[in-house]
T-cell receptor, first 114, second 114 residues
Framework: ETGVTQTPRHLVMGMTNKKSLKCEQH?????MYWYKQSAKKPLELMFV???????ENNSVPSRFSPECPNSSHLFLHLHTLQPEDSALYLC?????????????FGSGTRLTVV | AQSVTQPDIHITVSEGASLELRCNYS??????LFWYVQSPGQGLQLLLK??????LVQGIKGFEAEFKRSQSSFNLRKPSVHWSDAAEYFC????????????FGSGTRLLVRP
């Protein structure tokens, strides 16, 4: 158990569907992150929330919509996705101001868009 | 701009042989440095970290890394590789201008020959 739980582990969705990815942590961290990991590409930081406020949004298309209702939960709402959005989506958490602790990652959601 | 370079995309070693994975970074001061490992379809797991003190850092699974300021390097080593070490390895550095941001290298995939 990594301390960061992502659900579902696998998701197949059509381009017209709406779905959500969920991330939950009980480590007492106050910063949470969404990363996209595609084959043969570096990790791409998508969104950062610190103390439930979005502090970074790296030019991510509007078909991805994050939500952070509290410091323990992070969602990524998906709609009208494209096949190139198929990837492993990773959630991570950390304690802001304590970079020495690094990030704790979840196991990821493998998303396939058909 | 701040960066992390992992010059080897793939490395293949024989089981029982020693291993060294290279990581170079650009940073103006003593950085926070990390090594993560990712097994296929999984999230990233922290192997070890450095931010001060002894420049030789011990981590989990028998890994160690050495911080060399003069070479801006933080190479990961293991004296004897096991087949279960086959995975992708990521080096990361704490961003200078942020209390929460890590910058990741593009990863090195380790293959282990029986």
């Amino acid at each position: 158990e990594t301390g960061v739980t992502q659900t579902p582990r696998h998701l197949v969705m059509g381009m017209t569907n709406k779905k959500s990815l969920k991330c939950e942590q009980h480590l007492g961290h106050n910063a949470m992150y969404w990363y996209k990991q595609s084959a043969k590409k570096p990790l791409e930081l998508m969104f950062v929330y610190s103390l439930e406020e979005r502090v970074e949004n790296n030019s991510v298309p509007s078909r991805f919509s994050p939500e952070c209702p509290n410091s323990s939960h992070l969602f990524l709402h998906l709609h009208t996705l494209q096949p190139e959005d198929s990837a492993l989506y990773l959630c991570a958490s950390s304690q802001p101001g304590q970079l020495g602790g690094g990030y704790t990652f979840g196991s990821g959601t493998r998303l396939t868009v058909v | 701009a701040q960066s992390v370079t992992q010059p080897d995309i793939h490395i293949t070693v024989s089981e029982g042989a020693s291993l060294e994975l290279r990581c170079n970074y650009s940073y103006g001061a003593t950085p926070y440095l990390f090594w993560y490992v990712q097994s296929p379809g999984q999230g990233l797991q922290l192997l070890l970290k450095y931010f001060s003190g002894d420049t030789l850092v011990q981590g989990i699974k028998g890994f160690e890394a050495e911080f060399k300021r003069s070479q801006s390097s933080f190479n990961l080593r293991k004296p004897s590789v096991h087949w279960s070490d086959a995975a992708e390895y990521f080096c990361a550095v704490g961003a200078m201008d942020s209390s929460y941001k890590l910058i990741f290298g593009s990863g090195t995939r380790l293959l282990v020959r029986p």
